[in-house]
Nanobody, 127 residues
């Protein structure tokens, strides 16, 4: 079974940047599209950004467009989420996830379509 591990979270001031990584073990990521999700306290988990297997297609939630960039390096078996101009409302646990089957990139950002999940990494944006 695909195992995903997130890293790169932490505490950052408003306006700052962080880069999250999602690494895979047991299987290569080439076969899988990957989605980044987040869940803030008391809120539902939401799709942030998703990327196709090749990296040629991406999707961003309106709340992060222009500030976050998703990318992947299949040679390193890793997907990244570069976050800039961070705001306090970006504070959440961030998860990466993958669907078992080939899924259109926008549909991949619906958590109901994801089968494999990492354990999450905390991002806190605060002064």
């Amino acid at each position: 079974q695909l195992q995903l591990v997130e890293s790169g979270g932490g505490l950052v001031q408003p306006g700052g940047s962080l880069r999250l990584s999602c690494a895979a073990s047991r299987f290569t990521l080439d076969y899988y599209g990957i989605g980044w999700f987040r869940q803030a306290p008391g809120k539902e988990r939401e799709g942030v950004s998703c990327i196709s297997r090749s990296g040629g297609s991406t999707y961003y939630a309106d709340s992060v467009k222009g500030r976050f960039t998703i990318s992947r390096d299949n040679a390193k078996n890793t997907v990244y989420l570069q976050m800039t101009s961070l705001k306090p409302e970006d504070t959440a646990i961030y998860y990466c996830a993958a669907p078992r089957r080939i899924t259109p990139v926008q549909a991949m950002c619906n958590m109901l379509n994801l089968d494999y999940w990492g354990q999450g990494t905390q991002v806190t944006v605060s002064s």
